[in-house]
Structures are given as C-alpha cells and as structure tokens.
C-alpha cells in the first residue's frame, strides 16, 4: 500500500515535472544592436561616441559575451570623427560588425539590383573594422526581406554568393521610437516625462519577451533560441541596464548570435508566404494562420505629442 502511493507520487511528479523544468529553462537570446554608428536624435550635450560607450559599458556590465553591431556605413560620411569612435569602440570592446546595407536602404519598393549595390557600399567600412573577422551577417533594414517569394530567392542567391547569412529577429519591442521624445523631455528638464518613458519602455520590453515565447511555443511547441533586436541611441544610455537587469532577472541567458541561429528554424525559406514584413516568429505565424498573441497599444502617438 505504501508502495503504492509512493508510485502514485512519482507518477504524479512525472506527469508534472516537465511542464516545471520547461519554464525554468533558461531563455537563450541573442542580442543585436542596429543602426550604427548613427541613429536618432540626441539629448543635448551627448556625443554618438559617449552612447556608444555607455551602451558598452551596460553589455559589459551585465556580463554579454558577443554583442553583433550591425552597421549603415552612411553614418560615417554624414557624422564624421564622432560616428567613426562609435565604430572604433565597438570593436575595442570585443565586440562585432555586420551589415546592416550602407543607408539603411529599403528593400521593399526597390529593385534587387539597387539593393544589392548599397549591401555592398557598406562592405568597405565593414572590412575596416573587422579586418580579418567575419562580418558576413545581414539584417534588413525594417525587417523588409523581400515582398515576393522572387525577390526573396533573387535576395537569397545574392547572399550565399557573397557569403552571407542573415540575421534573424524573433524579439523586438521597437526600442528606438523612444529616442525623440527623450531628447526633447531632456532638453526642457521633464524628469517626470522621462519616467513615464522609461516605465513604458521596460513594459513592453517585458511583453516582447513573454510575445516570442508564446509564439515559438504556438509555432515548433517548444521554445527558440532567440534573437533580440535593439538599437543604438540616446535612450538606450539610459534603459539598457534596466533592460539588461530585467532580462536576467527572468532567467536569460545571453547567447552569441551564430549559436542562436544553429537552431533549425533559422534556416532561410525564401517560398514561405510572406509580405515579407515583421520577425521570423510573426512572419511564420501569420504563413501558418496562427493567430497573433495579444499585445499593448502602439505607444507611437502618445510618444510624438510628448514634452512639444
Ligand atoms: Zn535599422
């Protein structure tokens, strides 16, 4: 009898165990910051090269082995001295380069051909930088990979032609659409605005992470090795510890990039139906008809109308 309550209990344990282990599995998230070395307006007084370096000293701080930057070389030619520090900074710190096309050009709306010269343009800078290091990753501008499964195989063979594999995003709460409104609440004093902004911030920072874990489960019934995207710029100066902080306090461990995307579902599929618009994880949701997590409003108007 004992024994067999003592199986019961075990069974029992069996049946509820994994569910409990599933959620304490660390989240592997690969951090990726766009747009540099230019990006957004700045509060006064602050230099491109001193967000860089405080943007460096959070990934440091927190202890973030591999940091992709991923580059509009046209930031260079517009900002000079300043934007090119930024570069310099990121490399001192150990830290990588990546394509990000040189002015931060559209796919959607423009040829191939067109596209494929401005991927190119931003090499020069790249190989600058990197010198002998491997800076063959890709990010889209707006996440635009191509609107038609023709462009996207065009896209495609141009890529593995010359090298390249593409940086997929599966987390991103639109972090850079705070940056002006922080620069104007900072250059009239409005700590209270700016604590609203850094609340709000940190909010949907926290959503994007439960968002991506629903949407890996709904889509492979199990969770990713994710890919956050992020962007240089004045706020971030601000957030990225707290983001950071927030990120670990919730058991994530930060991975590097080309091991997040070892996992299957980052092999490229140019034939996926697709508008070619949002995350992977939103773009094979909406291929799947599977419907999309509940998500906070837009905070976009509320930001525009803010410290005017
Ligand atoms: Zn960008």
Redesign the pocket.
């Known amino acids: 009898m004992r024994l067999k309550r003592l199986l019961a209990l075990v069974a029992g344990l069996m049946l509820t165990a994994p569910p409990v282990l599933a959620q304490q599995a660390p989240m592997q998230v690969a951090l990726t910051m766009?747009?540099l070395p230019v990006?957004g307006p700045l509060p006064p007084g602050m230099t491109r090269a001193e967000v860089a370096n405080r943007v460096l000293a959070a990934f440091k701080g927190a202890g973030v082995a591999e940091v992709y930057g991923?580059v509009?070389a046209k930031g260079l030619a517009d900002e000079g001295d300043d934007a090119a520090q930024v570069l310099a900074l990121w490399r001192q710190a150990g830290y990588p380069l990546g394509n990000?096309v040189y002015a931060?050009d559209d796919l959607h709306g423009h040829d191939v051909a067109a596209f494929t010269a401005a991927v190119t343009a931003d090499e020069a800078a790249l190989k600058h930088y990197m010198g002998d290091a491997d800076w063959h990753w890709l990010?889209f501008?707006?996440l635009h990979i191509g609107e038609t499964p023709e462009k996207r195989r065009e896209v495609a063979a141009f890529l593995k032609d010359h090298g390249y594999r593409v940086a997929e995003v599966t987390l991103s709460f639109n972090d850079?659409i705070y940056n002006p409104a922080y620069a104007r609440c900072m250059a009239k004093g409005d700590q209270a605005a700016v604590a609203q902004l850094r609340r709000n911030y940190l909010d949907r920072a926290a959503e994007s992470l439960t968002i991506g874990r629903q949407q890996a489960q709904a889509l492979y019934g199990r969770d990713v090795p994710h890919v956050m995207l992020l962007?240089i710029g004045g706020f971030e100066t601000v957030m990225l510890p707290e983001l950071l902080s927030l990120m670990k306090a919730k058991g994530v461990a930060f991975v590097p990039l080309a091991k997040a995307e070892a996992d299957p579902i980052y092999v490229p599929n140019p034939d996926t139906p697709s508008n070619g618009t949002g995350s992977l994880l939103d773009r094979e949701m909406t291929a799947r008809n599977l419907p999309q997590p509940m998500h906070s409003a837009d905070p976009s108007t509320w930001l525009d109308g803010l410290c005017r």
Do not use: L
């Open positions: 766009d747009d990006h991923f509009n990000h931060h990010r501008p707006y850079y962007h």
